[in-house]
């Protein structure tokens, strides 16, 4: 029996393999032996037909691919890269990775190659959160645990469909909520999650920041501010105070969607409970306010003093298996390595422990930059950005222009395949071993369970074959990944708050390691002051506006048994799909006057482009508001490429779009 965890969302349960089968691992301290559809069989996309098993090449995107071997693949991209400038290239990574995968391609890249152009998918999902939580907090570190809502007695879940997108931390709540949780659902549709809420608010898209301000004001009119802890631990509150008092409450509202009868409810609630944990994904975080929106929901745990206790605090649900562990390392563009800035100091300490003159002092581009800034060499690994990137026909022409894309996956049948000149096979979960770090801090192993297919190769070793090929065979000499973690550890211990150095990789295999919880012990936040930040944000109403031609609001999703764009999960032998992949939800008033009966064929179009899919009635959405899965792999044909300006994450949610009878 070998013991590993899931790689698909960022729970991270714990699992068994038996011969041939999964099974939920009931001494694992996260999951307990639960395991969702997706995680018991998992075993299947190690196993499918659509592997990428062998080395593929080709000059133009316009010529069939041909089968190389490892040498002259890895050759073909090292002389590319060594005839371009270093702010020609490019890496774009992705939460599918382990930790030590990461930590490699970010050493190469910004120690070795002279570039920060190295960032993630996480920028599309959980960049917004990374920078607000730097501005409040003083760093990127999440101060709630899944184990903290069986002592809380308020949940609140903002555009967060746990029923769907973390299936055993759901059912946890669930769980929670016979012990005496309360659980409001915030969300314009009344999703499953909000079928187990005792409150569900049918908020109006993009009315987040008003909420939260009309929340942070009564909370300041009422005196139910801990002042106290104000006082001892956070900054702004007299500013944050005289700006509120100016709001105007009744417009806001009214952009809520709320009636003052649903505001009172749930101030009730909100107000006899001790103990509340807010919790959010995409629904706050794809958004040009996404950082904004953040913020204004983590003011209100600084008001009310409910963090750093038990049962209480602001707390990101991230969604991929290892983007958290992307961020310790340093994946995202925006910062170096271990939480660590561009900062002088920084650089010379990061540059000293690498042995490196190579590291550049400002910020790389993003990944929603990159393909607008006319790189040479772009290097995709475990990500699909063809799929996932917003606007996508204005993708795949900019995409089309680089001259080198290289293409480092597991699966042959990605969007992004077309586009691409070298592709080369990685091993996918199972095949390899690692570290990986879940959604609340816990750090856990993943284990090999199977022989690494044919001509496969991890990750790591990966960009170590190009890092020798490129002549840095002294900095990349590993044997295994335990000797990339254990350097690694020993990376953060030029962080002053990252004590991942206390653990062992040979602990890990035991035991979960959750780092951090001496900060949460302490109770003191990083900034230099050691508190919190407070900000006045408003909303600036910057989101795609409907019209006549195009009156209706997209917001897209998960759903339950599906991973992104089905590549691992829409497979013949996995479990019968409860939903379809490609659906469209619409209100009933709409569809009537559109006359679009249930099952109808229909075309949704935006500015930017149109797809086809099927019409679901449904009273549980909102009207002029539609919802398509992200499984339908034609979604960002439609979205706007509109970003948020301090964290660069697109405004998926906020798309206007047209409906049509075909």
């Known amino acids: 029996m070998i013991k590993s965890v899931c790689g698909y969302c960022g ?20 999951n307990e032996g639960k395991v969702c559809s997706k995680g018991v069989s998992e075993l299947i996309s190690i196993q499918t037909p659509t592997r990428l098993l062998r080395p ?70 959980m960049a917004s959160a990374v920078v607000a939580y730097k501005k409040a907090f003083g760093a990127d570190y999440v101060p709630v645990r899944m184990d903290d809502i069986n002592h809380s007695d308020l949940l609140i879940l903002v555009g967060a469909n746990t029923a769907e997108a973390h299936v055993v931390f759901h059912n946890k709540i669930k769980r929670a909520k016979k012990n005496g949780l309360k ?108 950082v904004d929106k953040n913020l204004s929901l983590i003011n209100i745990h600084l008001l009310t003093g409910k963090i750093f206790k038990r049962g209480n605090g602001p707390f990101s649900l991230t969604g991929q298996p ?56 772009l290097i995709i690994c475990h990500t699909d950005p063809v799929y996932h990137l917003p606007n996508r026909n204005k993708t795949e022409e900019l995409l089309k222009k680089i001259p080198m894309v290289v293409e480092i996956n597991a699966y042959e049948n990605s969007e992004t395949a077309p586009f691409s ?5 990685a091993a996918p979960w199972g095949e390899k071993e690692g570290t990986q770090t879940n959604l609340d801090r816990t750090i856990t192993k993943q284990e090999k369970l199977t022989r690494t297919s044919i001509d496969c190769k991890p990750d790591w070793e990966i960009f170590q074959l190009l890092a020798q090929e490129l002549g840095y065979k002294f900095a990349f000499n590993y044997e295994n990944p335990q000797q990339i973690f254990e350097e690694f550890q020993e990376m953060t211990k030029l962080s002053d708050h990252m004590n991942i150095h206390k653990t062992s990789y040979e ?35 910057f989101s795609e506006k409907t019209s006549k031609e195009y009156p209706f609001i997209l917001l897209t999703g998960r759903t339950r048994d599906q991973w992104h764009s089905g590549t691992k999960t829409n497979l013949p032998k996995t479990l019968l799909k409860y939903k379809e992949l ?3 939800e619409i209100n009933p008033v709409n569809a009537l006057e559109l006359g679009i009966l249930d099952g109808d064929e229909i075309k949704i179009s935006s500015k930017r482009g149109e797809i086809f899919s099927k019409a679901l009635i449904t009273p549980d959405i909102k009207e002029d508001t539609i919802f398509v899965p992200v499984s339908n792999r034609d979604i960002n044909y439609l979205t706007n490429d509109l970003l948020d300006s301090e964290s660069f994450e697109p405004d998926y949610n906020h798309s206007a779009v047209k409906i049509e009878k075909v």
């Open 421 to 425: 000149h070298i592709r080369l096979p």
């Open 11 to 30: 729970v991270g349960c714990g699992l068994e393999f038996d011969k041939e089968k999964l099974l939920g691992d009931v001494t694992y301290p996260i």
């Open 322 to 377: 290892n983007a958290m562990g992307g961020r310790e390392v340093g994946g995202l563009s925006t910062m170096l390595a271990v939480h660590l800035g561009f900062d002088k100091e920084s650089i010379q300490k990061v540059s000293r422990f690498w042995n490196t003159n190579k590291i550049d002092n400002k910020p790389g581009l993003t990944a929603t930059q990159m393909l607008e800034a006319d790189l040479d060499v």
């Open 183 to 290: 659980i409001v659902v915030i969300d314009p549709r009344f999703t499953d999650t909000a079928k187990a809420a005792d409150l569900h608010l049918p908020i109006k898209p993009g009315g987040d920041i008003d909420f939260f301000n009309l929340l942070a004001k009564r909370i300041i009119d009422e005196d139910l501010v801990n002042h106290e802890f104000v006082k001892n631990h956070v900054n702004n509150f007299d500013l944050l105070k005289n700006k509120l008092k100016r709001v105007p409450v009744t417009k806001m509202l009214k952009r809520t969607g709320f009636s003052k009868e649903q505001f009172e409810e749930f101030w009730q609630l909100f107000k006899d409970s001790p103990n509340i944990i807010t919790a959010w994904t995409m629904g706050l975080n794809q958004s040009v306010q996404g």
């Open 582 to 584: 490609n659906f469209c």
């Open 507 to 541: 602990q890990i295999k035991e035991k979960p390691y959750i780092w951090g919880e001496d900060i949460y012990e302490k109770g003191e936040f990083l900034t230099e002051n050691k508190k919190a930040n407070l900000f006045f944000v408003e909303n600036k109403l």
């Open 56 to 125: 593929h090449i080709r000059n133009d995107i316009n010529n069939e691919y041909k089968i190389t071997d490892w040498q002259k693949a890895i050759e073909t991209i090292a002389n590319r890269l060594k005839q371009t400038p270093s702010d020609k290239i490019g890496f774009y990574l992705s939460g599918q990775l382990l930790t030590e995968d990461y930590y490699i391609a970010n050493k190469l890249c910004k120690g070795f190659l002279g570039t920060n152009n190295v960032d993630t998918n996480s920028r599309t999902c």
